[in-house]
Each structure stands twice: as structure tokens, then as C-alpha cells.
């Protein structure tokens, strides 16, 4: 008599380290994802959260209005849509996390190129961007692994 072998669960990290990744992604997505959408709205009802209108000399935008509301749409709104397919296991999350997470990286570049000032909030949420994209490589399994040398 054949021995069955347990079928994997669709869309589930299946190593222990994947698990870890899965967590970490979902961690760094909902900080994101709430930091995106109340800078967002912070920026556009306070016009720019106390920030120097000196920061718009030289840039496309005459209030923090315009830039807050890309924040919310485009960088809130990708983080939430990745954060709610990575709740849901939706085959396409690790694919909305990437776009999430090069979001950020590219909006903060730009920030630090239009108000040619960098700050440790801008360090975090590079740093978020970062580990949003390696806990994606984590859930698929392809970061590197340590050795264990022999003893």
C-alpha cells in the first residue's frame, strides 16, 4: 500500500526560515503601509507637517499637498494592497511587495533629491524598503544560507 505524502498548503512559506521572512515581510509592510498613509494625510492637512516651505525651493511642487498625496496614493496604496494579498496568501503578494518596497526606495531618493536634505525618519524608511525586498527573497527561499562548519 502506497504511503500518501502531505500535500503543501498552497501559497505557504514551507521552511522555517521562509516562515520568518513571511513574518517580517508582514511586520515591515503594515509599518510602511500605516507611515505612508498618515504622512500622507498629515501632509496634506497640515501642508507639510511643520516641514520648512524652503524644502519646495528648486522642486515641482509649491505645497506639500501635491507630495503628500502622492505618499498616500501611491507609496499608502501600494503598501496597503501588499500588506492585504500577504494577509490573504495571494499567490501575487511577493509580486505587489517588490513594487511596495522599490516604491519606498524610489520615494525617498527622490525626497532626499528634491529637498536635498536626508534625516534619520528618511534612513528608517529606506531601511524599510530594503528589508521589505530581502524578506521577499527570504519567503522565496533564495537568500544565502550560513554554512555550519564541521566541528
Known sequence: ????????????????SQRLAH????GVT??????AVGGGVGLVITDGLGMPRSFLIGGPFLSF???GMLL????????????????RRSPSRLLAS?????GMLIWITVEVGLIH?????????LGAGVLQLAAVY??????????????
Open 98 to 102: 517588490v513594487v511596495a518596497g522599490f
Open 138 to 151: 527570504g519567503e522565496l527561499g533564495i537568500l544565502p544560507h550560513r554554512q555550519s562548519s564541521p566541528a
Open 72 to 87: 498616500l496614493v501611491v507609496i499608502g496604496g501600494t503598501q496597503v494592497l501588499s500588506l492585504v494579498l500577504l494577509l
Open 30 to 35: 503594515t509599518f510602511s503601509a500605516v507611515s
Open 1 to 16: 500500500m502506497p504511503v500518501d505524502t502531505p500535500t503543501p498548503v498552497a501559497n505557504r512559506p514551507d521552511t522555517r
Open 117 to 125: 536634505e536626508f534625516s534619520w525618519p528618511q534612513m528608517i524608511y
Open 65 to 67: 499637498v501635491w507630495p
Open 23 to 26: 513574518r517580517v515581510l508582514v
